[in-house]
């Protein structure tokens, strides 16, 4: 079965491991040709194992997922042809240079020579390591090795590219660097992006879609404009000129009567109030205040965060799920960038 305008189609896949653990808890979602798609979730929540499923690294207890137009189960050869991953660790070889690990790769895809030596002059030129392509790995930084690893998946120009935690571990600097080799991909390449990640301002920046999982499941999918607006509204915040306390509770009560308002919190000198439409919330807000005298400082407005629709969805905080200190490994035993390596 093909399908024309998606990349990836996935229906109620799931895994459970040797001992029971569902870490994929049937999962069904599309995503589109060209389209940045995001998995958004804590540590064990199973990104990784979906993306090793989609990339034939590890076998779906049930469930089926069509690729590129190949069907997992039926074609893993075409799958594999047509996708590029980037594992979760680091997996470029520390002994070799940049353009050598790039040559062993070439090998796992037969690219010829000539065409090969072309190729990885555009790559290294993309990725921002021409300088260093001779150098050994292990001299490389993290975010220098990240970018090789990067390098290594392109070389065999997939039309899916999929990436497990891309800026683990990395400084802001170098993830917004990362950010933007990503949206170059897409833009030149049209080529269709699956990332997993737990930073939400990764997800919010550069995803057009993001999939909230927790314990295998999707608890939320859409943009990540429409996420935070199904949370409700906007959050206003109005600060007002030294009132007194006495002041701050017959406003807290004022406000908290206005039936635009869903909820309001107040200290010795501001409020914050969820509402359902800011443009008439705020004038009602500014009557509350004229009505018992107190000046208005400042109004800002601001949407909910992801970090707040995160919440809500799965009752936990995603900065304080873990992972930022998780290590980075060394590579792979079996290195994952091999195309043939299947783990059950
Ligand atoms: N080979 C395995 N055998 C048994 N259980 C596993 C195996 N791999 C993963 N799991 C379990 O499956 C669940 C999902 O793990 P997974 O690695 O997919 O999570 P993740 O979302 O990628 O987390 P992280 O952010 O830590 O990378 C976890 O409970 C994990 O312990
Ligand atoms: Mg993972």
Same mark, same amino acid.
């Given at each position: ?31 589109? =040709? ?46 594999? =042809? ?35 030596? =072309? ?16 150098? &050994? ?11 090789? @690893? ?13 990436? @497990? ?12 660097? %990362?950010?933007?080799? /990503? ?26 879609? %993001?999939? %909230?999982?927790?314990?295998? &499941? ?13 949370? *409700? *509204? ?31 919190? /107040? ?7 969820? /509402?359902?439409?800011? *443009? ?13 005298? %107190?000046?208005? &400082? ?44 299947? =783990?059950?």
């Amino acid at each position: 079965m093909t399908f024309v305008n998606s990349s990836i189609e996935v229906d109620n896949l799931s895994k459970v491991f040797q001992g029971g653990i569902r870490a994929v808890d049937g999962i069904s979602f599309s995503v589109a =040709r060209g389209e940045i798609f995001g998995f958004l979730g804590p540590n064990g929540a199973g990104k990784s194992t979906t993306i090793m499923m989609l990339t034939t690294l590890l076998r779906p207890t049930s469930g089926r997922a069509v690729v590129a137009g190949h069907e997992l189960r039926q074609e893993p050869d075409a799958v594999r =042809r047509s996708l590029g991953y980037i594992p979760q660790e680091l997996s470029s070889d520390d002994y070799l240079s940049g353009a050598e690990n790039l040559y062993l790769q070439s090998g796992f895809y037969h690219i010829p020579k000539k065409e090969f030596r =072309r190729r990885k002059e555009d790559l290294l030129e993309l990725v921002g390591l021409t300088e260093r392509a001779n150098d &050994r790995v292990e001299t490389y930084s993290g975010g220098m090795r990240k970018r090789l @690893d990067i390098a290594c998946a392109l070389l065999h120009r997939p039309q899916v590219l999929f990436l @497990d935690e891309p800026t683990l571990g990395l400084d802001i600097q170098t993830r917004q660097q %990362i950010w933007q080799y /990503v949206r170059r991909l897409r833009e030149s390449e049209q080529m269709t992006l699956f990332l997993s990640t737990h930073y939400m301002e990764e997800a919010d920046s550069l995803c057009d879609r %993001i999939a %909230i999982i927790d314990n295998g &499941r999707i608890k939320a999918l859409d943009t990540p404009d429409a996420l935070k607006k199904e949370l *409700g *509204g906007e959050v206003v915040t109005m600060q007002y000129d030294r009132p007194g306390p006495e002041q701050m509770m017959q406003l807290r009560e004022c406000l908290a009567a206005l039936p635009i308002v869903r909820q309001v919190s /107040v200290n010795e000198d501001k409020c914050v109030a969820a /509402v359902s439409n800011s *443009g008439n919330a705020v004038p009602e807000m500014f009557g509350c205040a004229r009505n018992l005298n %107190i000046a208005v &400082r400042s109004v800002a407005l601001t949407m909910p965060s992801l970090d707040d629709v995160y919440l809500s969805h799965t009752g936990k905080n995603l900065r304080d799920s873990g992972g930022n200190g998780k290590k980075q490994a060394g590579p792979h035993p079996h290195s994952p960038h091999h195309p043939h390596t299947m =783990r059950r």
